[in-house]
């Protein structure tokens, strides 16, 4: 088990005022594709790609919501805290 | 040979032409003949290679272009679009096929989700163009890009085609499809470009051909002799010398005042409106607080918004508009079921009766931010069709404390009885795009209806009139915050009908200005005579025309 920590999830809900449309979709994204290892979204029973647009946009996440982060492979922990304390920042604040 | 079409503003340009290339037809629907595995790789490098080459047109163009064409390089590039790519080449569809669907796909899916991502799915659809291109070997369809300036010739031009557009190399817009209200003409206003929109046949002129553009007439003169083209290059050039008329208020030749007013939609646009010599807002559209909601803001955020807009104008006009919901910006938490009519629905004043406390939510936040502030704030209530409904606006806008209570004039119900409206409030603003759509029943988003949509049409024009009546009678201001308040010559004839004041789009405040100065009152109202004596829009138009041109341009 020492070394085998490869699977990480996450469940937060949703800070931006306005959910994860549009800018915040794209920041997440970016920083999902910039991981390296594969990232998971999930809300309700539907799962995408966390590094695609499109996936991330279709889910339809609006403030509040909750939602899964899952990662797998090296970092994968680390990955997940990143991600996760991105969703809960309120992007349209800035 | 001539074209005749609506103009945008008075401009006069000439120059060369070059057309919006089509779009490409739908890629055929044929099982593929080179086998899955050499489709999947062609369409991995049409993708790949798209999404590079606008993000080196995006480091190219910078500013918001960039943001707008880095969001579509993602999307070239996107795993879950390749992922469905890929499935349908293994069901058995060639490259281009696969590629089509799969965008239409997601595009249908954003333009379902309404708003800001309803629009997104513009960029899908040219990110889509842009693949199937390359993979077909043809040429991009999409925004002429010359190192001169040119005339650009268009059926109609799309927001994301305008983000892309070069303004500095476009001379004038020359579109086959829309209206006074259509993209295109909002855009040729806000950038004061010369324009001329629903030109039917302005896609048969070739590309290069020289042509005269004169908005004020409505005219594109194709190929002119060299005694047309030196006339033109004179009166461009004699126009430029006009000392331009400096920023000030509002008025006629005679002296009388007419208020200009800038029409807003966010607190970011204020200080570019009073730069530009807006006396104040004669439309604060409020949807922008609302839109991408799934609840209505609290009364602290809108405060806070008010508070920052009025703030900008202090001592000065500031009419607020309720929400307008419905028809072309519905939102979630008012306009819930779907309607066959939705211009005929529930929408305006009729939604915010529905949810009741929005609207007092609203009423309160802008009399909170209208104690805080030196502003003069007017407050109106949006498509109100009826007597009934102006009483119970006002009564509920002055118990939250709101000292001038108007009415939006939208619907003919509401001019025809404008006497008996404006008894019960304080002021009227017409909105001459709906007032249009409504009593020409042509729907303003339909492009097949689209030349029904002119302001100058007289039965329109009467209306204004009866607005225009009552207010004078009452003692009530009138104003104008509609498309037809830009459009210089039409903004004199407003007046002559009795509107006090206009509110644009900040950028055709000078255009107007320059214009109102050259009639008197006496002028104006023998203008807006003239129109209502025509028989069309047409003929209202090129009658006022001549009766301006007459003593004025023989200097």
């Known amino acids: 088990m020492m070394q085998g920590v490869l699977v990480a999830e996450q469940t937060i809900r949703i800070a931006s005022a306005h959910g994860l449309h549009a800018r915040p979709a794209s920041i997440f994204t970016q920083a999902a594709g910039a991981a390296g290892i594969p990232v998971h979204l999930a809300k309700g029973a539907r799962s995408v790609n966390a590094a695609s647009i499109l996936g991330v946009i279709s889910l339809g996440i609006d403030h509040d919501d909750e939602v899964t982060v899952s990662a797998e492979g090296e970092n994968a922990q680390q990955v997940v805290d990143e991600l996760v304390a991105l969703l809960s920042t309120d992007f349209d604040e800035k | ?555």
């Open chain 2, 1 to 555: 040979m001539e074209l005749r079409g609506i103009g945008i503003g008075r401009g006069l340009a000439l120059g060369p032409v070059l057309r919006m290339p089509e779009p490409l037809p739908e890629p055929a629907d044929v099982p593929s003949t080179l086998g899955a595995d050499a489709e999947k790789e062609r369409a991995t490098a049409a993708l790949a290679s798209t999404a590079a080459l606008i993000r080196l047109r995006g480091e190219r163009a910078g500013g918001t272009a960039k943001d707008v064409l880095d969001a579509q390089s993602f999307m070239a590039e996107d795993p879950t679009l390749s992922e469905d790519v890929t499935a349908r080449i293994e069901s058995g569809k060639t490259a281009e096929r696969a590629v089509f669907e799969a965008f239409a796909s997601f595009r249908d899916l954003l333009s379902g989700m309404g708003g800001y991502m309803g629009e997104r799915a513009v960029d899908l659809d040219d990110v889509s163009q842009r693949v199937v291109a390359n993979l077909e070997g043809v040429a991009v369809p999409g925004v002429p890009d010359p190192d001169y300036p040119f005339v650009l010739f268009a059926r109609d031009l799309a927001p994301a085609d305008t983000a892309l557009l070069n303004l500095d190399k476009i001379i004038a817009l020359v579109t086959s499809d829309g209206g006074p209200t259509s993209h295109t003409a909002i855009l040729a206003r806000e950038k004061s470009i010369v324009a001329i929109v629903g030109a039917p046949d302005a896609l048969t002129v070739d590309d290069g051909t020289v042509v005269i553009v004169d908005a004020a007439a409505g005219l594109v003169t194709i190929d002119p002799d060299e005694e047309a083209l030196a006339a033109t290059r004179a009166r461009i050039a004699e126009r430029a010398a006009e000392v331009a008329v400096p920023v000030g208020p509002g008025a006629l030749a005679d002296g009388t005042a007419v208020p200009l007013l800038a029409n807003l939609g966010s607190a970011k646009g204020a200080a570019e409106a009073v730069e530009l010599g807006a006396e104040g807002v004669g439309l604060f559209r409020t949807e922008f607080l609302f839109l991408d909601a799934t609840t209505a803001p609290t009364v602290a955020e809108q405060q806070k918004h008010y508070t920052r807009l009025l703030e900008a104008f202090p001592g000065r006009k500031v009419v607020v508009r309720a929400l307008d919901a419905g028809a072309d910006k519905p939102l979630n938490f008012l306009n819930a079921a779907t309607e066959e009519n939705p211009a005929l629905g529930l929408r305006g004043l009729r939604a915010l009766r529905a949810n009741e406390q929005i609207l007092r939510d609203q009423l309160t936040a802008l009399a909170a931010a209208d104690a805080a502030t030196e502003a003069d704030v007017w407050v109106m209530a949006p498509m109100v069709s009826t007597v009934e409904e102006t009483r119970y606006f006002t009564r509920i806008a002055r118990e939250v404390g709101l000292k001038t209570v108007g009415v939006m004039v939208e619907v003919p119900s509401s001019a025809l009885l404008a006497d008996r409206i404006l008894a019960e409030a304080d002021f009227a603003s017409i909105g001459t795009n709906d007032l249009t759509q409504y009593t020409l029943a042509a729907d303003r988003l339909l492009g097949s209806v689209a030349a029904f949509q002119d302001p100058w049409h007289p039965a329109v024009l009467r209306l204004v009139g009866e607005v225009g009546r009552a207010g004078q009678t009452l003692g009530k201001p009138v104003g104008i915050c509609g498309e037809a308040a830009a459009d210089p010559l039409l903004a004199v004839v407003l007046v002559g009908l009795g509107a006090t004041s206009l509110s644009m789009s900040p950028a055709a405040l000078a255009g107007v200005r320059a214009e109102l100065l050259r009639y008197t009152l006496a002028q104006a109202q023998e203008f807006a005579e003239l129109a209502l004596a025509a028989n069309s829009a047409d003929e209202a138009r090129a009658a006022v025309f001549a009766a301006s041109n007459a003593p004025q341009l023989h200097q």
